[in-house]
């Protein structure tokens, strides 16, 4: 029987363990460039399977909130260098999750005179975070054609960067009401063009990132994650049932490492399992609770190969080891999750100091 504390052949790419650290977003770059502490942050964690970052903008119009890094820079790859050789130095293996924000951001937190875009001019409901005020969300601009075609290569580009950068790959963030959800969403997506209507066409653009990526660092490389009947965001997937297992098919046969999945439906988690033939991460439905001990079966059980942990994680640098022993466990300080210096950050013990 497979369990979670087994290694893990991620297309090449050894894990020690099937305990992954999934992305969360912290802001505390420097601007957009990642800093010493953020070495240290994801260092203490090196003990995970794989560690997967937060959200990291492919480009400055990608970014949606204050503080986090980006991969389009020489200063941000020689900066996220130091964080992936802190964590190669402790033995772990490292991802940068891709993400462009689209319609979630604001003009003030992006340079020049750029404006959100997004697959329609649809707005968001709700206000953001600019770094000095809340702000209504605007109308973002809708993508050309071509737009669409340099905001792909914008991907392919990152994830180069993230390699010259010493990461063992990338995630694709195609979850949780940013761009690439919003090219799948019925509620996001208005285009009446070839990148809109139809499940064919909605799942066009995310396809074709995911494609320009593979091609670019090769498919064994990149990771895709997906939040199918998520509401985040202001998403509505009316038809996600059928979007889904069209998006997994589409994505299949581009020889992926991974599809990472944050559930809200096991019996669709396990549907698209039998469509992907590669590994699965999954992030649990606990919806009362922090994923914890027990969803480790799920490895067990063969729903999937991994799990992901979050705010467990974030409190507990050393979680595989916890998780071995069923604890004890520290409490996330929810205060210090976004923004701030060292507190709530790299100040969590680890288990033989606690």
């Known amino acids: 029987m497979t369990t979670a504390f087994d290694p893990l052949d991620l297309a090449g790419t050894r894990l020690a363990n099937r305990v992954v650290m999934a992305p969360m977003t912290r802001n505390r770059a420097y601007g957009t460039v990642p800093t010493p502490a953020m070495a240290e942050y994801y260092a203490q964690r090196a003990s995970a399977g794989l560690i997967i970052t937060e959200g990291v903008q492919p480009s400055?119009?990608?970014?949606?909130?204050?503080?986090?890094?980006?991969?389009?820079s020489a200063e941000q790859i020689a900066a996220?260098?130091?964080?992936?050789?802190?964590?190669?130095?402790?033995?772990?293996?490292?991802?940068?999750?891709?993400?462009?924000?689209?319609?979630?951001?604001?003009?003030?937190?992006?340079p020049g005179d750029l404006h959100p875009v997004g697959a329609s001019a649809v707005p968001a409901a709700g206000q953001i975070f600019t770094g000095d005020r809340m702000a209504d969300h605007v109308t973002p601009r809708a993508l050309s054609e071509a737009e669409l075609e340099t905001t792909a290569e914008d991907f392919a580009t990152g994830a180069r960067n993230a390699v010259a950068a010493g990461f063992d790959g990338v995630e694709l963030h195609g979850a949780n009401g940013y761009l690439l959800h919003q090219f799948l969403a019925s509620?996001?997506?208005?285009?009446?063009?070839?990148?809109?209507?139809?499940?064919?066409?909605r799942i066009r653009f995310p396809v074709a990132v995911a494609t320009a990526v593979a091609e670019a660092i090769g498919g064994h490389r990149v990771g895709y994650r997906i939040s199918p009947g998520t509401r985040y965001n202001d998403i509505r997937e009316d038809d996600h049932r059928d979007v889904y297992p069209a998006l997994v098919d589409a994505l299949d046969p581009l020889g992926l490492a991974y599809l990472h999945v944050a559930e809200r439906e096991?019996?669709?988690?396990?549907?698209?399992r039998e469509r992907f033939g590669s590994t699965l991460i999954l992030n649990p439905h606990t919806p009362d609770r922090l994923t914890g001990a027990e969803e480790l079966d799920l490895i067990?059980?063969?729903?999937?190969?991994?799990?992901?942990?979050?705010?467990?994680?974030?409190?507990?640098?050393?979680?595989?080891?916890r998780l071995k022993t069923n604890g004890p466990y520290n409490t996330p300080d929810r205060a210090s999750y976004y923004g701030g210096d060292e507190r709530g950050y790299t100040d969590y013990p680890a288990l033989a100091t606690a």
């Open 60 to 72: 400055p119009v990608g970014q949606g909130y204050p503080n986090t890094p980006g991969l389009y």
């Open 266 to 272: 096991r019996d669709l988690t396990r549907e698209l």
């Open 187 to 201: 509620n996001t997506n208005l285009r009446t063009d070839r990148w809109g209507g139809s499940v064919a066409n």
């Open 80 to 110: 996220w260098r130091r964080v992936t050789d802190a964590v190669h130095a402790r033995g772990g293996r490292i991802f940068a999750q891709l993400m462009h924000s689209g319609r979630i951001s604001h003009p003030d937190l992006l």
């Open 300 to 321: 067990a059980d063969g729903t999937a190969d991994a799990i992901a942990y979050g705010a467990l994680f974030l409190a507990n640098p050393d979680l595989p080891r």
